[in-house]
């Protein structure tokens, strides 16, 4: 199968920092690629690589998704929560890249925009602003919001972390489900259980070098397991979800 996303020999630098050297390797599409490697190992960096936001210093990036195709969940912090966004008006933003930012959105659109909240359990918070959500909910709208853009590419940086088990499960099952439908998924995660669900393949990042490897490999009782894995932040109990 033609890869989506290819890797050759890429170096990025995070200021005059070395992040990460000569990382290679194809993404393909419907597969899910884990990220993973000890804090400070250069997974978001390379996010921000491929995204084009860092430009290599050496090797390149080739992508063969339109730019409007391709979307990025950042890490929850990096969303302004005082912008007065509707959780409905966050979702169907996806709309954007195809339509623009004047042009009005269509019943069309509109009805698969209540399709995809429903999906993911917001139906009842569609006119809820953005800063009155629990994090979990926060990002089943980002989510959504990529729905609604009917991305080939989605990069996600730890989605998971901080939020209740059953957005965890929720969102769990509908990117496997957006992978059966074509769309590759690079997604940086820190739980080995949620690894183990969701992901095809690896690319453990370490000492500024990439190594391509699979879930089962990278088993709990190894010493690496224990770096990769023993300090991620632990999701949120149903208790503790809105």
């Not at 978001?44 to 195709?69: D, F, W, Y």
């Not at 959780?87 to 698969?112: A, D, K, Q």
């Not at 009155?132 to 959504?144: H, I, K, V």
């Not at 770096?227 to 979800?241: H, R, V, W, Y």
Request: with cysteine; charged share 20%.
């Amino acid at each position: 199968m033609k890869p989506v996303l290819t890797l050759e020999s890429l170096s990025l630098a995070q200021g005059d920092r070395l992040v990460l050297e000569n990382v290679d390797g194809e993404f393909t599409s419907g597969s899910i690629t884990a990220l993973v490697g000890p804090n400070g190992a250069g997974k978001s960096t390379l996010v921000q690589g491929i995204m084009g936001v860092l430009k290599p210093i050496r090797g390149r990036v080739h992508c063969a998704v339109p730019n409007a195709r391709r979307a990025w969940l950042p890490q929850q912090l990096a969303l302004d929560l005082s912008f007065p966004m509707s959780v409905e008006e966050l979702v169907m933003s996806g709309c954007w890249p195809t339509h623009g930012s004047f042009r009005r959105y269509g019943g069309t659109e509109y009805r698969r925009g209540q399709a995809i909240m429903h999906r993911l359990g917001l139906q009842a918070f569609e006119h809820r602003p953005l800063g009155e959500l629990s994090g979990g909910q926060r990002q089943r709208a980002l989510l959504g919001r990529t729905l609604m853009q009917e991305a080939q590419l989605l990069l996600l940086d730890e989605p998971f972390a901080n939020v209740d088990a059953a957005t965890v499960d929720i969102l769990i099952d509908v990117l496997r489900d957006m992978a059966r439908e074509g769309v590759s998924i690079i997604i940086v995660l820190h739980d080995h259980e949620q690894l183990m669900r969701l992901a095809d393949r690896v690319l453990l990042l370490d000492r500024g070098h990439g190594t391509w490897t699979t879930p089962a490999a990278l088993g709990t009782a190894s010493p690496t397991a224990g770096a990769l894995f023993s300090t991620a932040p632990a999701s949120m109990t149903g208790e503790q979800a809105s």
